[in-house]
């Protein structure tokens, strides 16, 4: 069956503008998680999702950071007024429910100029 | 204290030996574990799950757990150099919670 797909797989955005990550589940996956890895380190959690339901924002960065769940299915992660430091790759996961096996998207390579 | 700490490496391994990775987890009513692996670029991807006290084989791969001791360990007997990738420790921090994530151990195998 089909991953986890996460788009675009490559985001460049100047200083300051929007940006909208997107995440698909494998389908039937109640649990959904974003993480953010900079180059050569490890997984920083971010936000997941129980259905449509966001139990724990502690990871969030800031609050410039916000994400969405609608029909228990694809979630959207946005960060407004980008800065450099958001360079990184977000990493989108799925599981069929907590705390089951994780399975991971491609990412999205965020590069803010 | 770090909740799941691992060894950052890199870890190099002659081609054809036993590496050994290690990661300990301070929460003690944690009940799964998971070891993943990521190479350069890629995402994380599933290796092993355990869930008991003990060894769990598959393949080339064995994982250990010892919750009296908080430690989980991943074996990877006949390393190839197609092993060497960022190994990922995680653990659940009670069965309503997500994975609380290790920072990883870098392996190398030389061939």
């Known amino acids: 069956g089909a991953g986890v797909s996460q788009s675009p797989s490559n985001k460049v955005t100047e200083k300051g503008k929007d940006v909208e990550l997107r995440c698909d589940p494998i389908?039937?996956?109640?649990?959904l998680y974003w993480y953010r890895q900079s180059l050569g380190q490890g997984l920083e959690f971010l936000i997941y999702?129980?259905?449509?339901?966001?139990?724990?924002k502690s990871g969030l960065p800031s609050d410039r950071f916000s994400a969405e769940r609608t029909g228990g299915s694809v979630s959207t992660l946005t960060i407004q007024r980008t800065q450099q430091e958001d360079s990184a790759v977000y990493l989108c996961?799925?599981?069929?429910?907590?705390?089951?096996?994780?399975?991971f998207g491609p990412g999205t390579r965020l590069t803010v100029l | 204290q770090k909740e799941v700490e691992q060894n950052s490496g890199p870890l190099s391994v002659p081609e054809g030996a036993i590496a050994s990775l290690n990661c300990t987890y301070s929460?003690?009513?944690?009940?799964?574990f998971f070891w993943y692996r990521q190479y350069s670029g890629k995402s994380p991807e599933l290796i092993m799950s355990?869930?008991s006290n003990g060894d769990k084989e598959d393949g080339r791969f064995t994982a250990q757990l010892n919750k009296a001791s908080q430690y989980v360990s991943l074996l990877i007997r006949d390393s190839q150099p197609s092993d060497s990738a960022t190994y990922l420790c995680?653990?659940?921090?009670?069965?309503?919670?997500?994975?609380?994530w290790g920072a990883g151990t870098k392996l190398i195998i030389k061939p």
């Open positions: 929460d003690r009513v944690s009940q799964s």
């Open positions: 995680a653990v659940n921090k009670d069965s309503n919670y997500q994975l609380i």
């Open positions: 389908s039937g996956h109640t649990a």
């Open positions: 355990i869930y």
């Open positions: 999702f129980q259905g449509n339901s966001a139990p724990d």
């Open positions: 996961a799925s599981s069929l429910s907590l705390p089951d096996t994780q399975y």
